[in-house]
């Protein structure tokens, strides 16, 4: 028996080599395949192998007893993890009742995952080790099951009903890219130097990526070299693909997601409506059959919205009363979700804040006022604001490298600074701290100004770690979109977007999830520096440090970095993915170490990203034409930034309250309006405006966008429920087609 040198291993949890961790064995092939102990101690050699195996040894079972322990913490962690979730249904399936609870689909679903990973957690702690675990993946459905992600839930929902179409239109891409993938292995295939086309699931993989155009010119350069007419192919490809259908795939998905918004509008609508009539059927009283008396409006409210105050809920009561009457009607009390979110305060009696200085002061701040209201000093800043970022851009272009900070403030810094600050200086006692701060493009220009100070202080004191401060220094620019109104109008949608994008960004974080957990579980460890030398991209992982004259120079694809490692490098390679831009590199590194059917991972992926981000775009562009469409139909109107309604209440009318309030013991809600009689008093006064502000949504948008057809639609539900119920009251069934009530009677846009 020969002695052979303990061949070294690699772990995966190591950067280093480390000796085979069990005893060595000889394997004999003579003697029918025996294995032999290798266990001599006679030699020195023998000896200092041995003790090598002895601690290889020791090593291994320290990291199987490690790994055993992580197995047992991790997996006790998920089943609490798991038992709080089968806390939280069980009081839901109380809550509800059984029959209702295995009715519910979502519920449904979320159980059956859960009994699954509590199978495999106690499966995971018997057995002591893991195994493949895809469902894992499934963790997210305990995330958008929350009463937080209701927006993620109606953006999937948005997704599987915008399906359908998008599918057909899917299927016919896939159609052309099968018969074009046979068509250029027929054309393709006898030239032995394309790569692309030798075999058909080659030419059908290498057309897929074809239509990413990640791959483009390379795909077509072997034949194009060998024959300059088959770059048709090509060219034919790619217009019928690319520019014909997956915009078709573009305009059919914003179709679609055009008319399910207007349906979900319309059935939110009749749906308030319904609401609001049985709501008001309630609250009527056969004395008081013809409308709705404030005591029980009151009451309406401290259960719809407990923590209005006595005032508010008056003002709410007063601004829905069109008809002055001590009743609500149901004409007026159509428009309760349009008024019960208004914000009320009462109205200044001064139309500046320095009308009651003296009269030296007065002059000088109207005239502060007068010139920070003025078109020349409007457009005087925009302009330093144009020469700001012109200078900024020629100092930019003249930085050689190196260090970009100086110890030394330049003087443009400084000067463009303190320009700023005098604006900001003059804004503020001009219009007061209020009214400055009330503007959104105000606080923008205060953070900017305030971001650029505190730059200049880590410049001027030498404090590096706040020098990234100093690039927001461009910002400022964003200020010369104020000129143009589509600018404007750009920039609105945009931050009308941000609540919405931002569940659009989780809805995709949670694909990411979906697929990072399947990626972990199939392709961690795969990847490394020097693999793939089989692949047409070995080029891309290759790592080779060698000698240049007196040089080392190393020559490094960096592509290795793109791996399912972990959940952040998982992130990272899947946003690369998503980008498509040499995606095909990752996949064809991954499976040249896997296998072929690797690649379906990264196509589904790639599809699945395809039709979020194409609803992204839809919905983008949705807002964006909705958005153009109201300014164009309301050209005649300024700027709108909300909607405010003004309503004047008598000291009478407050007395009355105080005394309604007395009666029922509410100490509260009659102190809160008696400070209001205080108020009067102090100013001498028999009255108080109050104005109630509040954002303009979309659903005000649309109501005003589809005006026409929303009276169509009133008419359609007033017949569905007359036939529904043809005992009900003939003037509920003629109120309900009537138009409801602009909130523009007595109101003012807010600029």
Same mark, same amino acid.
């Given at each position: 028996?020969?002695?052979?040198?303990?061949?070294?291993?690699?772990?995966?949890?190591?950067?280093?080599?480390?000796?085979?961790?069990?005893?060595?064995?000889?394997?004999?092939?003579?003697?029918?395949?025996?294995?032999?102990?290798?266990?001599?101690?006679?030699?020195?050699?023998?000896?200092?192998?041995?003790?090598?195996?002895?601690?290889?040894?020791?090593?291994?079972?320290?990291?199987?007893?490690?790994?055993?322990?992580?197995?047992?913490?991790?997996?006790?962690?998920?089943?609490?993890?798991?038992?709080?979730?089968?806390?939280?249904?069980?009081?839901?399936?109380?809550?509800?009742?059984?029959?209702?609870?295995?009715?519910?689909?979502?519920?449904?679903?979320?159980?059956?995952?859960?009994?699954?990973?509590?199978?495999?957690?106690?499966?995971?702690?018997?057995?002591?080790?893991?195994?493949?675990?895809?469902?894992?993946?499934?963790?997210?459905?305990?995330?958008?099951?929350?009463?937080?992600?209701?927006?993620?839930?109606?953006?999937?929902?948005?997704?599987?009903?915008?399906?359908?179409? =998008? /599918?057909?239109? @899917? !299927? +016919?891409?896939?159609? *052309?890219?099968?018969?074009?993938? &046979?068509?250029?292995?027929?054309?393709? $295939?006898?030239?032995?130097?394309?790569?692309?086309?030798?075999?058909?699931?080659?030419?059908?993989?290498?057309?897929?990526?074809?239509?990413?155009?990640?791959?483009?010119?390379?795909?077509?350069?072997?034949?194009?070299?060998?024959?300059?007419?088959?770059?048709?192919?090509?060219?034919?490809?790619?217009?019928?693909?690319?520019? =014909? /259908?997956?915009? @078709? !795939? +573009?305009?059919?998905? *914003?179709?679609?997601?055009?008319? &399910?918004?207007?349906?979900?509008?319309? $059935?939110?609508?009749?749906?308030?409506?319904?609401?609001?009539?049985?709501?008001?059927?309630?609250?009527?009283?056969?004395?008081?059959?013809?409308?709705?008396?404030?005591?029980?409006?009151?009451?309406?409210?401290?259960?719809?919205?407990?923590?209005?105050?006595?005032?508010?809920?008056?003002?709410?009561?007063?601004?829905?009363?069109?008809?002055?009457?001590? !009743?609500?009607?149901?004409?007026?009390?159509?428009?309760?979700?349009?008024?019960?979110?208004?914000?009320?305060?009462?109205?200044?009696?001064?139309?500046?804040?320095?009308?009651?200085?003296?009269?030296?002061?007065?002059?000088?701040?109207?005239?502060?006022?007068?010139?920070?209201?003025?078109?020349?000093?409007?457009?005087?800043?925009?302009?330093?604001?144009?020469?700001?970022?012109?200078?900024?851009?020629?100092?930019?272009?003249?930085?050689?490298?190196?260090?970009?900070?100086?110890?030394?403030?330049?003087?443009?810094?400084?000067?463009?600074?303190?320009?700023?600050?005098?604006?900001?200086?003059?804004?503020?006692?001009?219009?007061?701290?209020?009214?400055?701060?009330?503007?959104?493009?105000?606080?923008?220009?205060?953070?900017?100004?305030?971001?650029?100070?505190?730059?200049?202080?880590?410049?001027?004191?030498?404090?590096?770690?706040?020098?990234?401060?100093?690039?927001?220094?461009?910002?400022?620019?964003?200020?010369?979109?104020?000129?143009?109104?589509?600018?404007?109008?750009?920039?609105?949608?945009?931050?009308?977007?941000?609540?919405?994008?931002?569940?659009?960004?989780?809805?995709?974080?949670?694909?990411?999830?979906?697929?990072?957990?399947?990626?972990?579980?199939?392709?961690?460890?795969?990847?490394?520096?020097?693999?793939?030398?089989?692949?047409?991209?070995?080029?891309?992982?290759?790592?080779?440090?060698?000698?240049?004259?007196?040089?080392?120079?190393?020559?490094?694809?960096?592509?290795?970095?793109?791996?399912?490692?972990?959940?952040?490098?998982?992130?990272?390679?899947?946003?690369?993915?998503?980008?498509?831009?040499?995606?095909?590199?990752?996949?064809?590194?991954?499976?040249?170490?896997?296998?072929?059917?690797?690649?379906?991972?990264?196509?589904?992926?790639?599809?699945?990203?395809?039709?979020?981000?194409?609803?992204?775009?839809?919905?983008?562009?949705?807002?964006?034409?909705?958005?153009?469409?109201?300014?164009?139909?309301?050209?005649?109107?300024?700027?709108?930034?909300?909607?405010?309604?003004?309503?004047?209440?008598?000291?009478?009318?407050?007395?009355?309250?105080?005394?309604?309030?007395?009666?029922?013991?509410?100490?509260?809600?009659?102190?809160?309006?008696?400070?209001?009689?205080?108020?009067?008093?102090?100013?001498?006064?028999?009255?108080?405006?109050?104005?109630?502000?509040?954002?303009?949504?979309?659903?005000?948008?649309?109501?005003?966008?589809?005006?026409?057809?929303?009276?169509?639609?009133?008419?359609?539900?007033?017949?569905?429920?007359?036939?529904?119920?043809?005992?009900?009251?003939?003037?509920?069934?003629?109120?309900?087609?009537?138009?409801?009530?602009?909130?523009?009677?007595?109101?003012?846009?807010?600029?």
């Amino acid at each position: 028996m020969q002695w052979r040198e303990p061949p070294a291993i690699y772990f995966e949890d190591y950067g280093s080599p480390v000796e085979r961790s069990s005893y060595l064995i000889e394997l004999n092939t003579n003697d029918g395949g025996s294995y032999d102990v290798i266990n001599d101690a006679s030699s020195p050699a023998a000896g200092d192998c041995c003790a090598q195996q002895g601690s290889a040894r020791h090593n291994w079972e320290m990291n199987y007893q490690e790994a055993a322990i992580y197995l047992q913490v991790h997996a006790t962690l998920e089943l609490f993890a798991l038992i709080v979730v089968v806390f939280e249904l069980s009081m839901k399936m109380r809550w509800l009742g059984f029959q209702t609870f295995i009715r519910h689909k979502r519920t449904m679903v979320k159980t059956c995952v859960l009994f699954v990973q509590f199978i495999e957690a106690i499966v995971v702690l018997v057995r002591q080790t893991s195994h493949v675990r895809i469902t894992r993946a499934l963790r997210c459905i305990f995330l958008v099951d929350c009463r937080y992600c209701g927006a993620v839930r109606r953006n999937l929902r948005q997704i599987f009903q915008s399906l359908p179409p =998008f /599918i057909d239109i @899917l !299927l +016919l891409l896939l159609f *052309f890219m099968v018969i074009f993938a &046979i068509l250029g292995f027929y054309l393709f $295939s006898p030239n032995h130097s394309d790569p692309y086309f030798n075999t058909l699931e080659n030419s059908l993989v290498n057309l897929f990526v074809l239509l990413t155009t990640s791959n483009f010119p390379d795909v077509m350069m072997p034949s194009y070299a060998r024959n300059p007419w088959s770059c048709v192919f090509f060219i034919v490809y790619l217009s019928i693909e690319l520019y =014909f /259908i997956m915009n @078709l !795939l +573009l305009a059919v998905v *914003f179709d679609t997601f055009n008319d &399910i918004e207007k349906r979900k509008f319309k $059935s939110l609508l009749l749906h308030k409506r319904t609401a609001i009539q049985h709501a008001y059927h309630l609250l009527i009283t056969k004395q008081r059959p013809s409308g709705i008396s404030f005591k029980h409006f009151e009451g309406l409210l401290r259960f719809y919205k407990p923590r209005m105050c006595a005032r508010e809920r008056y003002l709410t009561f007063k601004a829905l009363n069109q008809s002055n009457t001590s !009743l609500v009607s149901l004409k007026d009390f159509y428009n309760f979700y349009e008024v019960v979110g208004l914000k009320w305060k009462a109205k200044r009696n001064r139309e500046h804040w320095f009308d009651d200085l003296p009269r030296t002061a007065f002059l000088i701040f109207k005239g502060i006022n007068i010139l920070v209201k003025s078109r020349v000093f409007q457009y005087t800043m925009y302009t330093v604001v144009a020469v700001n970022g012109i200078w900024i851009l020629v100092e930019t272009f003249m930085l050689q490298g190196g260090n970009f900070f100086s110890r030394n403030v330049p003087w443009s810094y400084i000067v463009f600074l303190t320009i700023y600050g005098v604006e900001l200086l003059l804004k503020t006692t001009g219009l007061g701290p209020i009214e400055y701060l009330s503007s959104g493009w105000n606080l923008f220009d205060f953070s900017v100004t305030l971001f650029a100070f505190l730059g200049l202080m880590a410049l001027a004191f030498n404090m590096e770690p706040f020098y990234f401060i100093v690039v927001l220094r461009p910002l400022q620019l964003l200020r010369l979109f104020k000129l143009k109104k589509r600018y404007r109008n750009v920039l609105d949608t945009m931050f009308e977007l941000f609540p919405r994008m931002a569940s659009l960004g989780l809805t995709l974080l949670i694909f990411y999830y979906c697929f990072a957990i399947v990626g972990m579980e199939f392709f961690a460890g795969v990847v490394y520096p020097n693999c793939c030398n089989t692949s047409t991209v070995a080029d891309s992982y290759r790592w080779v440090n060698h000698t240049v004259g007196n040089k080392t120079v190393v020559e490094e694809g960096y592509y290795y970095l793109n791996n399912f490692d972990n959940i952040l490098n998982s992130f990272v390679t899947l946003f690369e993915l998503t980008v498509v831009n040499d995606w095909y590199i990752i996949m064809e590194g991954v499976t040249s170490q896997t296998t072929h059917w690797s690649r379906l991972y990264f196509m589904i992926f790639y599809i699945v990203t395809m039709v979020v981000m194409t609803i992204i775009v839809a919905f983008i562009l949705d807002a964006f034409v909705f958005r153009m469409n109201y300014t164009r139909k309301n050209q005649d109107s300024e700027e709108d930034n909300g909607i405010v309604l003004e309503k004047e209440i008598s000291k009478e009318e407050v007395v009355g309250i105080i005394e309604l309030y007395k009666r029922s013991s509410a100490a509260t809600e009659t102190a809160q309006l008696q400070k209001i009689v205080l108020q009067m008093d102090k100013y001498g006064q028999m009255s108080t405006l109050f104005l109630g502000r509040r954002s303009r949504t979309k659903s005000d948008l649309s109501m005003k966008m589809y005006e026409e057809e929303i009276q169509e639609w009133y008419e359609e539900h007033s017949k569905k429920e007359e036939s529904q119920t043809p005992l009900q009251e003939p003037a509920s069934a003629s109120n309900s087609s009537l138009k409801p009530l602009s909130l523009r009677q007595r109101s003012q846009t807010v600029i």
